[in-house]
Nanobody, 124 residues
Framework: VHVVESGGGLVQAGGSLRLSCAAS????????MGWFRQAPGEEREFVAA????????YYAKSVKGRFTISRDNAETTIYLQMNSLKPEDKAVYYC??????????????????WGQGTQVTVSS
């Protein structure tokens, strides 16, 4: 199983970045996928998730209206379009893959697969 993120980087406040995550080695077109982030000294927190069909999407309050999650099931890839970035969005962003949406919303310690993370830095 491989879960690989890309697209992180340095951006000024107010700017945009798009993260990508590709999952392979399993039947991931039937899995939910999503994003978490972790800032230094902070706990990992949920950012966004999308169900297997792409029809249901979930966002943390702190990013709703600024971030958009989407998926391409043909490639078992998800994207996180991040607009109007703020310095507080600075974190390592992790892609997550799991059968169940509640794992993203309630019990992320049960997430089945994680990527290695990609750094997002927002300068003020």
């Amino acid at each position: 199983v491989h879960v690989v993120e890309s697209g992180g980087g340095l951006v000024q406040a107010g700017g945009s970045l798009r993260l990508s995550c590709a999952a392979s080695g399993g039947a991931f077109s039937t899995y939910a996928m999503g994003w978490f982030r972790q800032a230094p000294g902070e706990e990992r927190e949920f950012v966004a998730a999308v169900d297997w069909s792409g029809g249901s999407k979930y966002y943390a309050k702190s990013v709703k209206g600024r971030f958009t999650i989407s998926r391409d099931n043909a490639e078992t890839t998800i994207y996180l379009q991040m607009n109007s970035l703020k310095p507080e969005d600075k974190a390592v962003y992790y892609c997550a893959v799991d059968k169940n949406i509640p794992s993203f919303l309630e019990r992320f310690d049960t997430i089945a697969y994680w990527g290695q993370g990609t750094q997002v830095t927002v300068s003020s």
